[in-house]
């Protein structure tokens, strides 16, 4: 089963970007692109990310994906 989680490897701020991408199995760049398009067009973009932040949890070592 699929879990929405903030990965700990390859991460760049967060993992927020690419947990999200690794759950919807797709480039985590994308997500980022898209994030940062997000926050320019509608400025919410930080704010939404660092509420994922802190309701998506971290992803454990006995995870596999």
Known sequence: MKRLVRIKEGKMLGGVCGGIAKYLDIDPVIIRILWVAFTL?????????????????????????
């Open 41 to 65: 067009l509608y400025g919410a973009g930080l704010l939404v990310y660092i509420v994922a932040w802190i309701l998506i949890p971290e992803e454990d070592e006995n995870i596999s994906g």
